[in-house]
């Protein structure tokens, strides 16, 4: 076996006292586990321990609770939209038309994963509950996550804009500036808030809004005019810091000379002590100019060490190179993080991301959290991509079916999400149907409705074992509780002749043990389906004989049951039903006897062949011969 | 037409109702009952769009339906009628027919009364698949094949008639105020006059051909020999009670089953299909003759219509829309009226210009808009 990555996680099962001997039985999406009457043997001190009590007790153990929280459920539907409306993407496109559509894939995809965490923000705020707290953090998490690969991967951006979709990540992410900004903006003298320069200095300039960070500045100038040269001059620098733009003509050279110059300037400030009499100036001009320590003390403010990455980048390499990313991005880590602090999952994830190892990424997100969602979708859009080299995974699928058909599975498990899960399987080439047909056998089906869903989704992916099998168990539980024409229905759908007989078979015991028809209305609206079974066609036409014998119709009802006897579908334990039936026929006048004595005669007669005894033959015989020579009446005759 | 939004409701809908508005207000509809199904616990709800309720336009799209209240169902929501403007009546897959009461000064909703094993077999329950009430009458129907007629406030049954069919009945509607019509699982459509104590149907109508099982019918609102039912098939089939047992236009609809057809109440020309396939149809017929809503259908290109014969010997001047004849005369055009790939409709109403509708994707759509 493999080596494992982790430590498998310890469940333990409250109920179950320690020590005891437990059994275990897998699910699709749970195990079931119980004690049993054995006795445990401890190695700790080397003898046997009590007997288990043996309680009667069986616990599920369930690994994925996230798929029965009631907001995370609009997350499963809405990305099951956006999931079905992926794969339909037209293959033949050339992939630079193909990129655009891809990056607002994803970006639909992380709009419903924002909305699901409003929600649950909201949720939680109106009912202050804890449950669905971890929610929102791990919710925040995958977006951050989701977003950075977008940028890095799907996106691709090159040097100079990268950076730009860089700071756009950082500022999506760390959202309470605004809400301080307001904060400060609202009071009664904004530029004497204890905040003002935390805005200012580390909230603004740290995420590169330089404009706002003016703004906000000219407020202060404006309560200090002696220092009004100070706030001038810094205006200036914070106006004149380049910015790369994509769209433009300069490239990315000219732009890398321009910033130099800029930076060479406010080096030059900073050397020349012209911000040293105001230390918040001098502060935003040592985050200017990129420097290190600064930015570190300020820990606080930037919160996040990829936070911390991104400013490093913006005032001093704002042309970094995808390659080059992962350089940084391992030293930002290891400066912010204290000696003593250990990276968390997240951390290592981010660096993975950065270090555009894509299956690292996939990798710990697997293990990190606890349900499929995000690495299937996440996968297969880079899949979609061309980003995933197709290394075949030991069990014959690639990477993204499997995560597929993992969540997929779990979805199955869910007593109303099966129904997304079906989609799923459809677009894993290699396993999806096998893992289709051995699930959707498992859905209960309470009520019609549901079986005919369940159903119509078999029929139209040609499953036509499992149309049978279900066809099948909803026409006998329609014939236990004695619904005929339902049951008789359910096998018209599954073209199942078998069982159409044994309907028919019913009919006609009934029709024996009660001498009169049930169920007339389905009996005589058979129409071609009357065709599906030999027993069936019988019914159809014996009953079409008593009705017209009960309008008097004697001649048709005669030459039907005529054809009834000769065409050899009357089941064997009818016949004498069908030949006490000619009785009446034989004493009205219009019947021509011969056809009926001929039809009589053969009939006894291919009933005397099989037991093809000369005695028996010989007296069956004579009995014949006696009717129709009008000595015998037919009730002797039939004492066959 | 205005683009429709989806809200997602965590809960697969069955059943979505308008909850009717009074003739002499000209108020538009703005509250609607849901049912779920296929959930642990399943619930009904009362929504509202618009204007009605304290919540503004914080979420910036005007129309989004707010939840009102909720209540726990036991069992799937197999059908849903507004009784009146407090009370509905649900269908239950456990055979119990309920009737809520929704209390519009608190939003709360309660139990008003429960016939709890309407419809049962000797040994289990059995699924109540169709309601229609006509205050304060109530007939429902079930898998097990009876029909029963209740009334409101009034604690036992009124009258059943057991066996009423030997299949499923799926759906069932209101003729005229003392006969009613179902439909059955081998495709066919039952007249039944209430005033008579047989427990034989009046009439029986069906498709020559095959038997294809039959989920939901309706009768137009004007012209009360003139019904129109879906089935399995995805067919729609426009009848004349009056007139032979074949239906006189079939028309290919969709690909799979159709859940409902409704007649538009107030415009007639207008008729919606809803199905398996996850496509909800409009469907809209234009005469250029003076006769106001009376013509003969025609044939869009994109749509096959088989007319089984022409009226034999009806009045001219009272030939429904609907029923095919002479093609030159008329237009029938669809549309779609959801964006492509969402799973099963199954359920949709329409009031005035609002159309709800349910999806097994667990949204709910609602249109504000519609051109009729």
């Known amino acids: ?640 | 037409m205005e683009s429709i939004n989806a809200k997602y409701v965590s809960q697969k809908i069955s059943k979505s109702r308008w909850r009717p508005v009074s003739h002499s207000s000209l108020q538009q509809a703005d509250i609607f009952a849901t049912g779920s199904w296929d959930n642990e616990d399943n619930k009904i709800s009362f929504w509202s769009i618009g204007s009605h309720g304290s919540s503004g336009v914080e979420d910036g799209f005007e129309g989004d339906p707010q939840l009102l209240c909720e209540h726990k169902h036991d069992g799937d929501v197999l059908d849903l009628q507004f009784l009146d403007q407090d009370r509905i009546v649900t269908a239950s897959s456990t055979g119990a027919v309920t009737i809520f009461r929704h209390h519009q000064n608190s939003q709360t909703i309660s139990v008003s009364q429960q016939w709890a094993r309407a419809h049962r077999y000797p040994s289990d329950n059995a699924p109540c698949t169709g309601v229609v009430c006509s205050s304060p009458e109530i007939v429902t129907v079930g898998e097990d094949g009876r029909i029963i007629v209740f009334r409101a406030d009034q604690e036992g049954v009124i009258r059943v008639i057991d066996n009423a069919d030997s299949s499923t009945i799926h759906a069932v509607t209101y003729l005229r105020t003392t006969e009613i019509l179902t439909v059955n699982s081998i495709g066919q459509l039952k007249l039944w006059d209430l005033r008579q104590q047989s427990n034989s149907p009046s009439q029986i109508l069906s498709l020559s051909g095959d038997r294809v099982p039959l989920h939901c019918v309706d009768r137009h609102p004007n012209q009360q020999h003139i019904v129109a039912t879906g089935g399995q098939d995805g067919m729609l089939c426009v009848w004349d009670v009056r007139q032979g047992s074949t239906p006189f236009s079939l028309m290919e609809a969709h690909s799979a089953e159709m859940w409902e057809v409704h007649f538009h109440p107030t415009n007639p020309d207008h008729l919606f299909t809803c199905s398996e396939d996850g496509s909800l149809l409009h469907w809209e017929t234009s005469s250029q003759s003076d006769i106001p809503s009376f013509l003969q259908g025609g044939r869009n290109s994109s749509m096959t219509s088989r007319s089984a014969m022409a009226p034999a010997g009806g009045n001219q001047s009272l030939i429904n829309a609907w029923l095919s004849g002479d093609s030159s005369k008329g237009r029938l055009e669809t549309t779609h009226m959801l964006p492509s790939q969402t799973l099963s409709v199954n359920s949709l109403d329409v009031l005035g210009q609002c159309l709800v509708c349910g999806t097994d994707g667990e949204a709910i759509f609602v249109n504000r808009q519609v051109p009729v």
């Not at chain 1, 004149?240 to 769209?247: I, R, T």
């Not at chain 1, 300020?298 to 913006?314: A, E, G, I, N, Q």
């Not at chain 1, 119709?553 to 054809?563: Q, W």
């Open chain 1, 1 to 640: 076996m493999e080596e494992v990555d982790v430590e498998p996680a310890v469940t333990n099962i409250p109920a179950a006292s320690s020590g005891t001997h437990l059994g275990f039985a897998w699910g699709p999406g749970d195990i079931l586990v119980y004690e049993t009457l054995y006795k445990c043997h401890s190695f700790i001190t080397s003898r046997l321990e009590f007997p288990g009590t043996g309680s009667g007790d069986i616990h599920e153990v369930r690994k994925d609770e996230d798929i029965y929280s009631p907001i995370l459920r609009k997350l499963f539907n809405e990305s099951h939209h956006i999931f079905v409306g992926l794969q339909t993407i037209r293959e033949d496109l050339p992939s630079k038309n193909k990129k655009p559509q891809f990056v607002s894939i994803s970006k639909n995809y992380r709009s419903v994963i924002r909305a699901c965490m409003e929600e649950l923000q909201q949720v939680l705020q109106k009912w202050q509950c804890n449950m669905e707290t971890r929610y929102v953090s791990i919710l925040l998490a995958i977006e951050l996550i989701w977003n950075l690969c977008e940028v890095l991967f799907i996106d691709a951006a090159p040097a100079g804009s990268l950076l730009l979709h860089l700071l756009d990540w950082v500022r999506l992410h760390k959202a309470d500036v605004d809400e301080k900004a307001r904060e400060v903006l609202q009071s009664e003298s904004p530029a004497e808030h204890r905040d003002y320069w935390d805005v200012v200095g580390a909230a603004y300039v740290l995420q590169g809004r330089l404009e706002e960070a003016r703004q906000m500045l000219v407020k202060q100038a404006t309560l200090q005019p002696a220092a009004r040269k100070m706030y001038k001059q810094m205006d200036t620098l914070l106006s004149k810091m380049p910015f790369y733009n994509p769209g433009g003509t300069q490239t990315l050279t000219e732009f890398d000379v321009k910033w130099r110059h800029w930076h060479e300037e406010v080096d030059r400030c900073l050397q020349d002590n012209s911000f040293a009499s105001n230390k918040h100036l001098e502060l935003i001009c040592k985050i200017l100019v990129g420097d290190e320590d600064t930015l570190l003390e300020h820990k606080d403010l930037l919160s996040t060490w990829y936070h911390f990455l991104v400013t490093r980048l913006l005032f001093c390499h704002p042309t970094v190179k995808p390659t080059e990313l992962h350089y940084y991005a391992q030293s930002c880590l290891t400066m912010f993080l204290d000696s003593r602090s250990v990276p968390e999952p997240l951390d290592s994830i981010l660096l993975a991301a950065f270090e555009f190892d894509i299956h690292q990424v996939i990798k710990d997100c697997s293990i990190a959290l606890n349900n499929w969602w995000f690495v299937a979708h996440l996968t297969d859009l880079l899949d979609h991509c061309k980003l995933l080299q197709s290394h075949n995974l030991h069990f014959g699928s690639n990477l993204r079916e499997f995560l597929l058909l993992e969540y997929a599975s779990g979805l199955f498990t869910h007593h109303s999400l099966w129904q997304l899960a079906v989609d799923y399987f459809d677009h894993c080439p290699e396993f999806g149907r096998v893992y289709l047909e051995l699930q959707i056998e498992r859905v209960p089906l309470d009520t019609e409705r549901k079986a005919l869903k369940v159903l119509r989704i078999c029929e139209q992916r040609q499953m036509s074992e499992q149309v049978r099998s279900i066809c099948k168990i909803m026409a006998m539980r329609a014939l236990r509780n004695n619904r005929l024409g339902s049951a008789l229905s359910w096998s018209i759908r599954a073209k199942d002749a078998a069982f159409a007989t044994l309907i028919s078979e019913r009919f006609l015991q009934d029709y024996c043990a009660r001498g009169t028809f049930s169920d007339l209305d389905l009996i005589d609206n058979l129409g071609p389906a009357m065709l599906l079974s030999d027993r069936l066609t019988f019914l159809g036409k014996y009953r079409e004989f008593h009705k017209l014998y009960g309008e008097k119709r004697f001649r048709e009802a005669s030459k039907l049951l005529l054809s009834l006897m000769t065409a050899k579908i009357a089941p064997r334990s009818f016949w004498m039903t069908l030949l006490t039936d000619a009785l009446p026929l034989l004493e009205q006048k219009e019947v021509s006897h011969h056809i009926v004595r001929y039809a009589v005669y053969g009939l006894l007669l291919s009933n005397i062949k099989k037991t093809s005894k000369y005695s028996y033959l010989r007296s069956c015989n004579q009995r014949i011969f006696g009717f129709f020579s009008g000595k015998n009446n037919i009730k002797d005759v039939l004492i066959i």
